[in-house]
């Protein structure tokens, strides 16, 4: 089984920044893609950004040149920069992995428990 474990969440600031981490561990054969999701009260989870294993990244307009997503492949661990923080942006943020079974070698979709990020202004 994988578990992904995120932390970093919090109380901040507007215009203030925050990271993010989120960790892969068990026993699988590889990480594909990774992202970050956030969920808003009353609103539907929307996508924030995601690497792909190459390291190619995407970004929703919303965090464009605010938020940076980075990972570290030895680690197993996705980040997610969050600079200039606005009220907007409080959610709970999720990980997300799309990992390599090691027992079917099938491609899985994968959550973190999620992080709570309030921005306060």
């Known amino acids: 089984q994988v578990q992904l474990v995120e932390s970093g969440g919090g109380l901040v600031q507007a215009g203030g920044s925050l990271m993010l981490s989120c960790a892969a561990s068990?026993?699988?054969?590889?990480?594909?893609?990774m992202g970050w999701y956030r969920q808003a009260p009353g609103k539907q989870r929307e996508l924030v950004a995601t690497?792909?294993?190459?390291?190619?990244?995407n970004y929703a307009d919303s965090v464009k040149g605010r938020f940076t997503i980075s990972r570290d492949n030895r680690k197993n661990t996705v980040y997610l920069q969050m600079n200039s923080l606005k009220p907007e942006d409080t959610a709970v943020y999720y990980c997300?992995?799309?990992?390599?079974?090691?027992?079917?070698?099938?491609?899985?979709?994968?959550w973190g428990q999620g992080t709570q990020v309030t921005v306060s202004s």
């Open positions: 690497i792909a294993s190459g390291g190619s990244t």
């Open positions: 068990g026993v699988f054969v590889s990480i594909n893609a």
């Open positions: 997300n992995a799309n990992i390599r079974e090691a027992t079917t070698w099938r491609n899985i979709n994968d």
